[in-house]
T-cell receptor, first 114, second 116 residues
Framework: GNSVTQMEGPVTLSEEAFLTINCTYT??????LFWYVQYPGEGLQLLLK?????DKGSNKGFEATYRKETTSFHLEKGSVQVSDSAVYFC?????????????FGKGTKLSVKP | GAGVSQSPRYKVAKRGQDVALRCDPI?????LFWYQQALGQGPEFLTY????????KSGLPSDRFFAERPEGSVSTLKIQRTQQEDSAVYLC??????????????FGPGTRLTVL
């Protein structure tokens, strides 16, 4: 079945450090890929998405590229800030499926220290 | 504009009680999803509505769980005879998606259910 695997946390970085959170997936068909973020005390928010192979999603300095050959969608940011501290979820939906529900990874908690 | 709202935000129930959780999606959104998020885990799909039709309920963990969206807008997730393992955050999401799976789902703040 479809699934998402992302690196386990927690991840602790100093401000201005480079961030990578790995995400790989297993899916039939042509999934769309997403990164959602959950800030402390808030609901899930879409961070970025990519709907086909080689697409790059970007937002707020974060980027992820849809790599079909490696079934990956790693999240990167060149210089993290304290305000980036949150839990990050990689997710997919199946394009052309009957409903398009999201399948999430377990989440990676990021803490950024000043 | 208004986002997805859920009520109550917190619910404490005694084991065996029935609970009802409400979701108000973004106006005009066709698709509505319910997810269950256990502590420290990613959300897991429960059920999906397209307008008033419940097209998929494969994620509902037992027949104690029931969801409805009678007029294609507000949805209610009902849990009968609650058990301790039902303790979780219940998330509602809506989108304009008509089943392609590529559109953004907008999430509500969730209802944290604690069963004692």
């Amino acid at each position: 079945g479809n699934s998402v695997t992302q690196m386990e946390g927690p991840v602790t970085l100093s401000e201005e450090a480079f961030l990578t959170i790995n995400c790989t997936y297993t899916a039939t068909g042509y999934p769309s890929l997403f990164w959602y973020v959950q800030y402390p005390g808030e609901g899930l928010q879409l961070l970025l998405k990519a709907t086909k192979a080689d697409d790059k999603g970007s937002n707020k300095g974060f980027e992820a590229t849809y790599r079909k050959e490696t079934t990956s969608f790693h999240l990167e940011k060149g210089s993290v800030q304290v305000s980036d501290s949150a839990v990050y979820f990689c997710a997919l939906t199946n394009y052309g499926g009957s409903q398009g529900n999201l399948i999430f990874g377990k989440g990676t908690k990021l803490s950024v220290k000043p | 504009g208004a986002g997805v709202s859920q009520s109550p935000r917190y619910k404490v129930a005694k084991r065996g009680q029935d609970v009802a959780l409400r979701c108000d999606p973004i106006s005009g959104h066709v698709s509505l999803f319910w997810y269950q998020q256990a502590l420290g885990q990613g959300p897991e799909f429960l059920t999906y509505f397209q307008n008033e039709a419940q097209l998929d309920k494969s994620g509902l963990p037992s027949d104690r769980f029931f969801a409805e969206r009678p007029e294609g807008s507000v949805s209610t997730l009902k849990i009968q005879r609650t058990q301790q393992e039902d303790s979780a955050v219940y998330l509602c999401a809506s989108s304009t998606d008509r089943g392609l799976g590529s559109d953004t789902q907008y999430f509500g703040p969730g209802t944290r259910l604690t069963v004692l």
